[in-house]
């Protein structure tokens, strides 16, 4: 291989396997990646299949989706009413009732390969579909940019166009939302690569792909004839299922590639920072991986891919053209690497090029991985992943990864369609970690289930229904906490504190304590590892999670759990955030405050001290700084409820203070501090 210092070519099989395991250490073990990917796919499956046919669709895509937690990577989701079908051609629409189906027609006849115009054949019920309507030729065409600017922020406030995308902040982790189209078709114009999968993928991906079809997003092509009007076709499905396809070093190799860009390349010049993208680094692989330059993908042959890959990338920069994966004709450098602009990043690749592998000491990642095997050339490199990882360490990845996981239905139906829909899953073979996804939503729902029963048939009066209804939550929280872990202990609890039998929560309370109390309590990513494994190493999950696990306060705001944080769950809710989440110390005592306030005042000041203790003090052990916002608001609650309103008032100040808040309950407070300074 051309270019490598002979030092560094000798040893190349030794280095690469360094690299290897400091690559699986950022992005995770072959396992680690299942783990995420499996949970993603299990929550799509039970959304899709209680989602009704007149909703908004959701898909997490991108990096994210692909198994990547890298930290500067944002997270992508896809939106698209479930009631309208893109058809390729007119014979298509037989498929589709269009009593409740909108049809729209792909016309690419005057597009650049890739885009499409967007023809309306039947009326929307959507008034930002019909708000972007435009008449060309005495046809309806749906306008990419109208419908951009419209749909920008509709999944959360505030938002800002960046390409066809909405962007912006939750707490600190950055998203891109696009409202796009969906087609059950795989569109002609892509149709050579079903023709190109000789070796890979395997013709059962092949076809998984081809039946999933594509999207189309809102965004032109820049030098098209209506680049206002057109929509790009989008492949992230295909995308996703392609990198479910890599094996391990395959899916290494396009990590190193993102690492690479943002570390070294990115760096070079201002100039050229911003040309290349991740998507380019991924298409890259693709190819590769499709043309087999690379005949075996391993450890020891790691750092060979990467540099076939960047070899790959350095010519299509040289050529100013980088084929589609899907669509060659559709070339991703267009008006962007070009020209000036194009001769600079060529040559700043070409100078690292000349470095051979050296030009990886730039990355700071990997840097010393590196130069520990040339100090040591007999350096000991172990690659086998079983040893890399612990029990533990796959222990707090499945908590991390299932706590993020909500699936919020609205009312009693779809409760009981999402307990049907997980049930009949559970008929099916599933994975270890499928199954305890499953777990982790069957527990929710039927946490939701209960406290939504109990409202609907609270205000009846009709003593007989409100008693079998009592019953019926009651047993389904049972059930969850049997399902869930430690904390979910606390929806008994606050059952209990809103049918008003606040001895009981109080039991409760005092046995979560306990539990919570233990020295192996994995909470939020911490755990004395030995301690964890002496205690419950070894035992199924189920046993783990109801003994060892906690996790933060998960509260649907279309549900009502506990009156005094109703406005907090309007106002979440205005700015379109389904869930409250309450760190399970902070509702603990705010619970046992709440619950003690009937029965033992001086018992009650204690639990508010307690409160006041760890919301003023805690440096991100128990209360995470993005959860600071509930944290001080619910500390200032029980402050008003005791009258010490100058205590509420700068509690209240602070949850408004909170540095990148995730829930938005800002006009709750804002209406506490005027009762407060009104009182």
């Not at 040289?318 to 962007?336: A, S």
């Not at 890399?388 to 009312?411: A, F, G, H, Q």
């Not at 389904?578 to 705010?590: A, G, K, S």
């Not at 029965?599 to 959860?627: K, M, N, P, R």
């Amino acid at each position: 291989m051309e270019s490598f210092p002979i030092r560094i070519c000798g040893g190349m099989h030794h280095i690469s396997e360094a690299v290897f395991v400091r690559m699986c250490q950022i992005v995770g073990t072959s396992q680690q990646v299942v783990i995420r990917r499996e949970m993603e796919d299990i929550s799509e499956m039970v959304d899709r299949r209680v989602t009704s046919n007149n909703r908004i669709i959701r898909m997490v895509s991108g990096s994210y989706r692909e198994g990547f937690r890298l930290e500067e990577s944002d997270v992508d989701f896809m939106y698209w009413p479930n009631d309208h079908q893109v058809i390729m051609d007119m014979s298509q629409s037989e498929y589709y009732n269009t009593a409740n189906t909108t049809l729209i027609l792909s016309d690419s006849s005057q597009s650049p390969p890739g885009f499409t115009l967007l023809q309306l054949l039947t009326p929307t019920r959507y008034r930002e579909v019909q708000s972007a309507c435009v008449r060309m030729n005495d046809r309806v065409y749906i306008s990419s940019s109208t419908n951009r600017q419209l749909t920008c922020s509709s999944a959360f406030p505030n938002s800002t166009v960046h390409g066809p995308c909405g962007s912006g902040v939750i707490g600190v982790a950055e998203y891109d939302t696009a409202f796009c189209f969906v087609c059950d078709f795989w569109p002609p114009s892509a149709s050579s690569w079903i023709d190109r999968c000789h070796s890979w993928p395997d013709p059962e991906a092949v076809n998984d792909i081809v039946r999933n079809g594509c999207h189309f997003v809102a965004i032109g092509h820049p030098l098209g004839p209506h680049g206002h009007e057109e929509w790009r076709i989008s492949f992230s499905l295909a995308e996703y299922k392609l990198v479910y396809a890599m094996n391990q070093c395959q899916f290494l190799t396009y990590g190193l590639l993102k690492l690479f860009l943002q570390e070294v390349i990115n760096q070079q010049s201002e100039n050229t920072n911003k040309l290349l993208c991740s998507y380019h680094m991924k298409t890259t692989v693709f190819w590769v991986i499709q043309q087999n330059t690379l005949l075996h993908w391993c450890p020891q042959n790691l750092l060979v891919g990467f540099w076939v890959c960047f070899k790959l990338l350095l010519k299509w920069v040289y050529e100013g053209v980088c084929p589609n994966f899907f669509i060659p004709q559709n070339n991703l450098f267009l008006t962007k690497v070009h020209g000036s602009a194009q001769n600079r990043l060529f040559l700043q690749l070409h100078e690292l090029y000349k470095k051979g592998l050296a030009c990886l000491l730039q990355s700071s990642s990997i840097r010393s991985y590196i130069i520990d095997v040339l100090y040591d050339p007999r350096l000991f490199i172990c690659t086998d992943e079983s040893i890399m990882r612990s029990e533990v360490d796959y222990d707090v990845e499945l908590v991390r990864e299932s706590s993020k996981i909500n699936i919020c239905t609205r009312d009693l139906y779809g409760l009981t369609k999402a307990i049907l829909t997980v049930e009949q899953l559970l008929e099916s073979p599933l994975t270890q970690y499928q199954i305890t996804i499953i777990q982790k939503l069957i527990a929710f729902f039927f946490i939701n289930a209960a406290f939504e029963l109990h409202n609907m048939y609270s205000n009846t009066g009709v003593n007989k229904q409100m008693y079998i209804a009592d019953k019926m939550s009651y047993h389904m929280l049972k059930l969850a906490a049997k399902f869930g872990c430690i904390s979910d202990m606390l929806y008994i609890a606050m059952y209990y504190y809103k049918t008003l039998r606040c001895r009981e929560a109080l039991s409760v309370i005092e046995m979560t304590k306990v539990k919570l109390a233990q020295p192996y309590l994995m909470y939020r990513g911490r755990v004395d590892r030995e301690r964890y494994t002496e205690a419950v190493g070894g035992q199924s999950w189920s046993t783990k999670s109801r003994q060892a696990v906690a996790r933060d306060i998960k509260l649907d705001n279309d549900n009502c759990y506990i009156s005094e944080l109703i406005p907090e769950q309007q106002s979440a809710l205005q700015n379109k955030r389904n869930i409250l989440y309450i760190p399970v110390f902070v509702m603990l005592h705010f619970l046992e405050f709440l619950c003690y306030r009937h029965i033992d005042t001086t018992l009650s000041q204690a639990a508010l001290d307690e409160l006041q203790v760890l919301v003023h003090h805690d440096q991100g052990l128990y209360v995470h700084h993005v959860l600071r916002d509930i944290s001080w608001e619910i500390l200032g609650i029980c402050q008003q409820i005791t009258g010490n309103l100058q205590a509420a008032l700068y509690s209240y100040q602070q949850s408004l203070n909170t540095e990148n808040p995730l829930h938005m309950i800002h006009a709750a407070t804002h209406r506490r501090i005027q009762d407060v300074v009104s009182h």
